[in-house]
């Protein structure tokens, strides 16, 4: 159980492009989904958390109009990193709960890589 | 930034023997837990450990807290060369997870 599916596991897109990543959590209601940001042998960094129905919570130093997230249902969040530059190139992951004192469950994550 | 630290930042071992990861914290929590990643994909949760526990088994793992000290330790025991993954201590405030730097662990087959 707890099973979160993470789509597409990897986009290699030009420079100015919008890439949207998909977080699903397929047998579970999440509540809360979070994104996190993964730079090569480096840990995960909390971009932002996101409630459904409501406006996500970023990180300090996370530009909101770069990283558009929704979380419109409760078993889907979006993320979309708008006008892509290299240096936006990272591993993204997703994670989802169905309740705040539970473990996340981790989406497989995905790799994005700007020409 | 990071509130966890984890040493030793990488280990290597043989099959058959115990690896041993320790994480320190700063501040508060509510619970500890550890993640494991394999190579190029998402974090798989290990295990949970409250603030109210000192110790807590699952399986091949044991996990301890010591909240005086905000310590927390990871022990893999009888590894396999399929443990070889990094290992990430998490704390817990709120709903929100803030990771160690985590631990390479390798075992040769």
């Known amino acids: 159980g707890a099973v979160v599916s993470q789509h597409p596991s990897r986009v290699i897109c030009k420079s100015g492009t919008s890439v949207k990543i998909e977080c699903r959590s397929l047998?579970?209601?999440?509540?809360?989904m979070f994104w996190y940001r993964q730079f090569p042998k480096q840990s995960l960094m909390l971009m932002a958390t996101?409630?459904?129905?409501?406006?996500?919570?970023?990180e300090q130093g996370v530009e909101k109009d770069k990283f558009l997230i929704n979380h419109a249902s409760l078993t889907l969040s979006t993320l979309t990193v708008t006008s892509a530059h290299p240096e936006d190139s990272s591993f993204y992951i997703c994670?989802?709960?169905?309740?705040?004192?539970?473990?996340?469950?981790f989406g497989d994550g995905t790799r994005l890589s700007i020409l | 930034s990071q509130q966890g630290e984890e040493d030793p930042q990488a280990l290597s071992i043989q099959e058959g023997e115990n690896a041993t990861m320790n994480c320190s914290y700063k501040?508060?929590?509510?619970?500890l837990q550890w993640y494991r990643q394999n190579s190029g994909r998402g974090l798989v949760h290990l295990i949970l450990?409250?603030?109210?526990?000192r110790e807590k088994h699952s399986g091949r793992l044991r996990v301890t807290l010591d909240t005086s000290k905000k310590s927390s330790s990871l022990l893999i025991t009888a590894s396999r060369a399929a443990d070889t993954a990094s290992y990430f201590c998490?704390?817990?405030?709120?709903?929100?997870?803030?990771f160690g730097e985590g631990t390479q662990l390798t075992v040769n087959p």
């Open positions: 450990i409250r603030s109210n526990e």
């Open positions: 996101s409630n459904e129905g409501s406006k996500a919570t970023y």
């Open positions: 998490a704390t817990t405030s709120g709903s929100r997870l803030t």
């Open positions: 501040t508060s929590i509510n619970n």
């Open positions: 047998d579970f209601q999440a509540t809360t």
């Open positions: 994670s989802a709960t169905w309740s705040g004192d539970q473990p996340q469950h």
